[in-house]
């Protein structure tokens, strides 16, 4: 009788290790990545649209094209959002060709600049 008395106790504490806290290295690696896709927007994005706060101007601004920071701001946009937008054209937005990993991230740091982060 006691081993059953004692199983609830085990399931429990097993249902509690299940939910194991991320490693330290994930925000490393997501800043790492964030890093990069500043990078890519500074070469890629930054002619058209202002990438971050300290960007005055662009070098096309007939392009009228929005802010990194007005756009991640919207409600419904999310990484996930984002990774969508990245998979299909947008004219007349050039068309870059990015690998996967790059369009990951850029998409990193969009979600970096994102309010409330």
Known sequence: MRAFTTLPFVFAIAAGCTHAPPPAAAPAAA???AARGLA???????DCHRIGAD???VRRPEMRAPDFAAVVARA???AAYLARFMEVQHLPM????LASEEKADVVAYLVSLKPGR
């Open 31 to 33: 800043q790492a990545s």
């Open 55 to 57: 960007q005055r101007e």
């Open 40 to 46: 890519l927007a500074e070469k890629w994005c930054a």
């Open 94 to 97: 050039t068309v870059y060709r």
């Open 76 to 78: 419904e946009v999310d």
